[in-house]
């Protein structure tokens, strides 16, 4: 018995496959190690003295919380009332502006940036490219986290605290509460568009500074809209964008322990990569030819 010869064309369409699999393997290591590199800067331990309480930030967050329960006891109905006499086009300009204020809008791109730049990021490449390439993973993983850790803590918390919606019952009755109810109706306080908005807010000032009043200008509008459309209490905004902001400033804090994006002796930014090594890492890490794996010999 005799073996049937493998025609040439099957032998090179499956070296070709062999490949192709290899270097998607490859690649997909590649960006792995670099996301498990990444998460382990930031999660390295901080030294001791970035853990003291900051004092300033703590009497601001206590004040804010005494300025919660004040609007609670004097603002929330009238707000609610005012908002069910607002004419019919006013509401719907701020149902479309309040869709502004998801969470997706931030984490959406920044997290499939970095992303991306795990992909790209070699050790094949010049050290200089691996370095802007590292930068800019690190100023949109701040983004992402400084977004998302505050958001999915309001997430978990609002609907422990279980507090009724201004559209659900009686509106001038702003102190009803089912906790751990889980339902979206009894998820009114804190503010989960109002966290998303100022720690966005807070974040990308950090970073880019020339952005801050344009961001400063969409959270207030997004804090407001939440009022607007019967979504929220005053006070959930106000304790929404409490948290937005403590949360956002830790992480700052938290990065710049690690001497990552921001200075640990005034919190400042450091100078990120010119858009003219942006341009040149980007173009080298696109270039790069993939690796090529080792075909089996005939």
């Known amino acids: 018995m ?27 290591r590649n960006a792995l190690n670099n996301l498990e590199r990444w998460c382990l800067l930031v999660a390295a331990p901080p030294p001791a003295k970035m853990l003291r309480p900051h004092i300033p930030a703590l009497a601001a967050a206590a004040a804010t919380l005494v300025v919660v329960v004040i609007t609670m006891f004097d603002c929330d109905v009238r707000a609610s009332a005012w908002a069910l006499d607002e004419p019919q086009w006013f509401r719907d300009l701020f149902e479309k502006i309040t869709d502004f ?26 050290r200089m490219t691996q370095g802007v390439l590292s930068a800019l993973a690190a100023r949109f993983g701040f983004l992402f986290l400084a977004v998302g850790v505050p958001g999915l803590f309001v997430t978990i918390v609002k609907r422990m605290i279980g507090r009724a919606r201004p559209y659900v019952g009686a509106f001038d009755h702003p102190f009803d509460y089912k906790p751990f109810i889980w339902r979206p109706e009894y998820s009114s306080l804190p503010s989960g568009h109002a966290t998303t908005a100022v720690a966005a807010a807070i974040a990308i000032g950090a970073l880019w500074p020339r952005m801050r009043p344009a961001m400063w200008i969409y959270a207030f509008a997004i804090m407001a809209s939440r009022v607007f459309v019967l979504a ?61 794996a080792e075909l089996p010999s005939r």
């Open 101 to 126: 204020g998801l969470s997706g809008w931030f984490l959406i791109p920044s997290g499939f940036v970095v992303l991306c730049l795990a992909a790209l990021n070699s050790p094949l490449l010049r």
């Open 232 to 292: 929220h209490h005053p006070s959930d905004v106000i304790a929404g964008a409490l948290t937005g902001a403590v949360g956002a400033f830790l992480l700052r804090r938290w990065f710049a322990a690690r001497r990552l994006v921001f200075c640990p002796r005034n919190l400042s930014a450091y100078p990120g990569p010119s858009l003219r090594r942006i341009k040149a890492a980007l173009h080298e890490a696109l270039s790069r030819s993939p690796p090529q």
């Open 2 to 28: 005799t073996d049937k010869a493998v025609p040439p064309d099957r032998v090179s369409a499956e070296r070709a496959g062999h490949a192709a699999g290899s270097v998607w393997d490859a690649s997909l």
